[in-house]
């Protein structure tokens, strides 16, 4: 492992390295500004234009005083917040597959400076890489409460390994619905049992019960 200077990421020389440090702080981030052209920005693509985000003359008068960042802008931002944090050598390709806990606990203000605090949680192997938890408190300079922690779920592959044959369960990780596919299916199929049942026409005749009815 390399201890950097400030402002230049830890670097790590592998995953093994990397692992070994599970259970600590990995590094903090530097300020990074989110303004109000980020914010409109952000509003356009996700066509959340609400006031509170796009008019800073409203937003004035509002509860914050000012415009705000969009709720999902600011994870949005975890990899540039984190890549000035550390690097890990021999990774192929990084993909995020997901965050939990999320929740917003402050509201960040258009023109303020954001970073963020990363102690790593977990470094599992799966069939086709890695798993890593890094644990993500977005900070907002000048406030003692952050904005949203919350741990970040990565999924790395250092390189594809002799014999490595991709898997369904690859696929369904990259797409980030691994968790989802198998209850998604049985919801679905049971939905279609209904229908079916459904469409089928009364039948005729049958034994004659107690009371004289047909069944």
């Not at 919350?150 to 968790?179: A, K, L, M, Y």
Request: overall charge positive; proline content about 6%.
């Amino acid at each position: 492992m390399t201890v950097s200077a400030k402002g230049v990421p830890r670097r790590f020389g592998g995953i093994d390295e990397f692992r070994a440090h599970v259970g600590e702080e990995l590094g903090v981030g530097a300020w990074f500004e989110v303004d109000q052209s980020r914010i409109d920005a952000f509003a356009e693509t996700t066509e959340d234009r609400q006031w509170i985000h796009v008019d800073p003359v409203k937003a004035a008068s509002g509860p914050y005083g000012a415009t705000i960042a969009h709720g999902h802008l600011t994870p949005s931002l975890i990899p540039v917040l984190g890549r000035g944090i550390f690097t890990v050598d021999g990774v192929r390709m990084s993909i995020n597959s997901g965050l939990t806990m999320l929740r917003f606990l402050r509201a960040v203000t258009a023109g303020s400076r954001i970073r963020s605090r990363a102690p790593l949680v977990s470094v599992d192997g799966i069939d086709s890489g890695v798993r890593a938890a890094v644990r993500h408190t977005i900070e907002i300079e000048g406030q003692g409460r952050p904005a949203s922690p919350r741990p970040s779920v990565s999924w790395c592959r250092e390189g594809r390994r002799p014999g490595f044959r991709r898997t369904q369960r690859d696929n369904d990780e990259e797409e980030h619905i691994g968790p989802l596919r198998g209850t998604g299916r049985r919801r679905h199929r049971g939905r279609a049992r209904h229908r079916i049942r459904d469409r089928r026409p009364p039948r005729r005749g049958g034994r004659v019960g107690r009371r004289g009815r047909r069944r």
